[in-house]
């Protein structure tokens, strides 16, 4: 499992990240997962809703405009814009829907994927590497310190007076 803020690999079983300290999404992407999927079906039902009735609607209102002896050509123009509006309304609903969805899918892919890397780094535990020379580091010699070289100039000074 991967820390969603920082990407650090983290045990499954804990609560927080060891290297940012956020904390890990395992009820609560249980809980998205729900809401997002009534999200979904709320978006849906709304849509259908729209999309039917408004359609209902409109034959209705052009059914009336016609009896009460409307000029076509001004049943032309509200039935233009109306039908504009109705497209756009359901056009915004359904683009709703395909985000919710990308969301969705998304975070299974994201899922299966974390699992597959968990599942390739828990095999490659339980292999053993056979330790080789080309790992050894050259020997380095220690570093002057810094107060080895200022408390030289501390000494005490004879003075000649």
Known sequence: MYCSNCGTQ???ELNYCNRCGQRTNKIESAETSTSQ???LDTLATTTIFIGVGGML?????IAILLD?????QVIVMLSVLYLA?????CFRLLGQISRVIDGNFK??????NSEKIEKAESAQAFQIAAPTTAQLEEHREPVMSIT?????TLD??????
């Open 10 to 12: 983290i045990k499954p």
């Open 37 to 39: 999927n009534n999200i």
């Open 57 to 61: 609607f409109f034959v209705g209102l």
């Open 68 to 72: 009460k002896g409307i000029v076509p």
């Open 85 to 89: 509006a109705w497209f756009g309304i």
């Open 107 to 112: 975070e299974g892919i994201l899922k299966r």
């Open 148 to 152: 080895e070289n200022t408390t030289r």
């Open 156 to 161: 005490k000074i004879e003075s000649k007076i």
